[in-house]
């Protein structure tokens, strides 16, 4: 089934001429010319709302909330001929898609669906790549589109299925606990405890106890015994954050736990056994701390089990405008504010930053944003000088297709490999694939020949 289009509005020549462009486009289109006609086509299912503003009766800006209440997901467009920039900001503000100042074109209108479609399309295409719940944990969903992450994940969820040690690596901030607590989630121990410690966070004298546990008067203030984070865990899963951080006595202590399956607190002659799967994270390079004394070799061969590393944020760029969308709908829910959306060309200097602090740097300048922001959406004002400053003599960050950050070029390369996939996964039934994809067949074949996937298929 082709998308389908509501235009509202009581001119009934530009009803007519909208309906013309729109299917001629390929588009389903109903109209109406007041609020109640609008409100009753919403019986069947509508993508996109074309509706004036000035209109008998509820007028565009009444009958907006009502609108986005009923048709969750689809955008709407606001049209009046008596524009003015306060008249776009509120209706913005309202939390319209976008707004068009009549007279317009029709490549206006087309661009402004087009824009409008592949914003939605583009969530609905990451809730397919995340259509096991387990791959989103509680409120910290696993939000991906580059190939590199969603390859990364379906490896981890293989590796859930195992008891056998995790090693993650890569950089700061690139969400390495996000991704320990869904490889639990896909576990068999799902139900059980998942049990995190930062080795580098708690100095070394309460680490110990804090893993091992002690027994009461094992010393001075050990008023009573304390069990252990390993014994918390039994049955469930232990994250140790940072292991490069581990002190070495107790990397002794914890290759004993990895060997024989058991923990003997301190001061107690009885040790305890334990079934706990253990995911370890790091930032550092163990092989070289190996080679430098730092840390053990047989307690990192005990850890590399199953090794992998998880990308920086600059490295998968097409992750950073759904993870922006996440954050701003994370953070309009916790904070309170009416943020929607973020303009363009702030997104523009997003996908052009270099990202240091990964994934955190990322939550953080949204959430700052957020909170500085006027209106309904982030602008340029609202980012850093870190994100926004020109950097002179500086290396350009790379970017999929040599440094080229056009989001319309990331979204059609995304889009044709998102069809490949869907095509792969379908045995190339195309009539298969649509429906994975949650678009027309119609539009699936149009996809096809626009990105030259070609090929003959069963239907």
């Avoid at 490896?155 to 993650?168: D, P």
């Avoid at 209106?375 to 340029?380: F, K």
Wanted: hydrophobic fraction near 45%; glycine fraction near 6%.
């Amino acid at each position: 089934m082709s998308d389908r289009i509501l235009v509202v509005d009581d001119d009934e020549a530009l009803r007519e001429s909208l309906a013309m462009l729109l299917a001629a486009e390929g588009y389903e289109v109903a109209t109406a010319c007041d609020a109640p006609a609008a409100l009753a086509c919403l019986e069947t299912p509508v993508d996109v709302v074309l509706c004036d503003v000035r209109m008998p009766g509820m007028d565009g800006l009444e009958l907006l909330p009502e609108l986005i209440r009923r048709l969750p997901g689809a955008p709407v467009l606001l049209m009046s001929a008596y524009g003015s920039g306060d008249l776009a900001v509120e209706a913005l503000k309202r939390g319209a898609f976008d707004y068009l100042a009549k007279p317009f074109q029709p490549a206006e209108v087309l661009l402004a669906i087009k824009k409008a479609r592949e914003r939605e399309r583009l969530r609905r295409a990451n809730s397919l790549l995340q259509r096991d719940v387990s791959r989103a944990v509680g409120d910290r969903p696993i939000v991906a589109a580059s190939p590199g992450m969603i390859d990364l994940l379906e490896l981890l969820e293989r590796a859930a299925e195992y008891k056998a040690t995790v090693l993650l690596t890569g950089e700061s901030g690139t969400g390495k606990e996000v991704l320990a607590r869904a490889i639990h989630a896909q576990s068999g121990r799902r139900h059980q405890a998942f049990v995190a410690v930062n080795c580098g966070a708690i100095p070394e004298a309460l680490l110990e106890s804090e893993l091992f546990g002690h027994a009461r008067g094992a010393f001075t203030g050990a008023d009573r015994a304390r069990r252990g984070l390993f014994v918390e865990a039994d049955g469930g899963t232990m994250f140790l954050d940072e292991i490069g951080e581990m002190p070495a006595p107790l990397q002794v202590k914890l290759l004993r736990v990895l060997q024989e399956e058991e923990v003997r607190p301190i001061g107690d002659a009885k040790p305890r056994n334990v079934d706990v799967r253990v995911i370890a994270a790091t930032s550092r390079d163990l092989e070289r701390e190996v080679a430098s004394g730092r840390f053990r070799e047989d307690l990192f061969y005990r850890l590399d089990v199953f090794r992998v590393k998880v990308p920086p944020l600059r490295e998968r760029r097409e992750d950073v405008p759904l993870l922006v969308d996440h954050f701003i709908a994370r953070f309009r829910e916790t904070l309170g504010r009416p943020v929607r959306t973020i303009a363009d060309d702030a997104l523009d200097r997003l996908l052009a930053h270099s990202w240091p602090g990964n994934v955190r740097e990322l939550e953080n300048v949204i959430e700052r944003a957020m909170i500085l922001a006027d209106g309904d959406r982030i602008t340029l004002r609202e980012l850093p000088d870190a994100v926004t400053a020109e950097r002179v003599n500086a290396p350009a960050p790379s970017a999929p297709g040599g440094g080229d950050f056009s989001m319309r070029r990331a979204r059609r390369r995304f889009e044709a490999d998102l069809i490949r996939r869907a095509l792969e996964a379908t045995n190339g039934n195309r009539t298969r694939a649509a429906k994975l994809l949650e678009i027309s067949y119609r539009a699936l074949l149009y996809k096809i020949k626009e990105h030259a996937l070609g090929g003959d298929a069963e239907e």
